[in-house]
């Protein structure tokens, strides 16, 4: 399937259209539903064990990965590219990557509910409610420029079987108890993108998804879109988790114990049936370079969550933004 879809009526170039899960034409404004957007198949789970022999790479286009020249960034792109533009750092210079660089194929996406508009709005709120007197800045039109990018995503589904022990007090005794479950866990995200997954401002709205709403992929939803190819691997990923979820399986014995408040948990864990899910997901993201720092600021594609950094020297920034732009 070519991405590069032309309009049905006047053969214009048609690209996502964020929260219509449709493809929308630049010129005349046609509208075409994407099938596998409004459908209810679910993405599908995938073996992590076979995952070398058996993931995808067919992206359903002419896929590309470019790297940034400044920020090492690495995004997929597509001959519908509408900007060269770093979305990390707003770089221009690119680097072709090595051709023969291995790009699996995400197994399902979550579109763009948020539009650009809705995007500026949930920004200006956002400055409005951090900061004093931010009118001017917020009406800026280059630090309202927010730029549609999907971040890989990896979930995980994996069954636990726990056996844990742990401590109580009863009058003035300490008792010890110990006990076993099984608890599946189902849809454990792990950010796939360091330069989003190592702040954790921006970890906190890209972390969040309703990963259900996900569709099986589609190179539709990515057309006008670029999409950034993930920097922590597969496996990476999963190893990343040791400690959330090891917190979350102490959570979990504790819950299992509702009237003994039981403290000082050990607990050990045998994993099985390990599955995972690769999408993609929506993020507006707005870089801009301040007294020569790049800050980033990021919402949520999906549900309009907001977070970034911000120059501490804030009021300084707002002079110079009045300067330039007034
Ligand atoms: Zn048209
Ligand atoms: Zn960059």
Known sequence: MPIDKKCPSCGGTMIFNPGWDSLLCQ????KEIIPELVSKIPVEEMDFLTAQNTASHNWGMEAKIVI???CGAETVQNRLQLSGRCP???STTVDAADPSKDIMAPNGVIPFKITEKRAQFIFKDW?????LAPDKLAKDAELNKFYGIYVPLFTFDVLTENRYTGHYSSGNRTLFKSGKFKHQIDDFPVVASKQLASDKLLLSVV??????EAKPYTPDALAGFPCEHYSIGLTEAWNSLGDDLKRYLEDEAYRQN???HLSGIQIATDYFNLRYKYLLVPVWINTFAYDGRNYIIVINGQTGKINGQWPKSFGTLMKKAV????
């Open 27 to 30: 010129s005349c404004g046609h």
């Open 68 to 70: 940034c020249g400044q």
């Open 88 to 90: 990390f750092c707003g």
């Open 127 to 131: 400055v409005k409610d951090r900061f």
């Open 207 to 212: 972390k969040d998804y309703w990963t259900r």
């Open 258 to 260: 509702p009237v003994t």
């Open 323 to 326: 300067e330039l732009f007034f």
